[in-house]
């Protein structure tokens, strides 16, 4: 299992911004996509993105989907946002379930329960 934690700009509704994250997460695709070729691979945290906006098109090019996604949006950040996220490798993780926690920061806590496929190891 390979993790790797990501804290994008905030404001990406900024062109410059925007561009720096969507820099920053196909950097992140690239690493962990080179790093762990067959890993069971997470990218999470504050993403401060909506699943889906196109700047995450770095993490999608490498076979990462997002749990908000895949199981429902829920809010993470004041009343109605949902920028914090976990992208995993569709091939080797299956995501259960999620839920968030309130905290003393702006963001809700959020985790996610997945299943990761065992590696097969061949005999010879």
């Known amino acids: 299992v390979a993790v790797g934690n990501m804290h994008g700009p905030a404001s990406q509704q900024n062109l410059g911004r925007r561009l720096l994250a969507a820099r920053g997460f196909r950097r992140a695709g690239k690493v962990m996509a080179t790093l762990y070729p067959s890993a069971a691979v997470f990218v999470i945290g504050d993403l401060n993105t909506v699943p889906g906006a196109r700047q ?3 993490l999608l090019a490498r076979g990462l989907r997002s749990c908000q996604r895949r199981l429902g949006e829920l809010v993470t950040h004041g009343r109605r946002r949902t920028i914090d996220d976990v992208y995993f490798r569709r091939r080797v993780v299956r995501p259960l379930r ?3 926690t ?3 920061s702006d963001h ?8 990761v496929r065992p590696r097969t190891t061949k005999k010879g």
């Not at 809700?108 to 299943?115: D, H, L, P, S």
């Open 56 to 58: 995450l098109a770095g």
């Open 98 to 100: 999620h839920h968030t």
């Open 102 to 104: 309130r905290t003393v």
């Open 108 to 115: 809700r806590g959020y985790g996610v329960t997945c299943a």
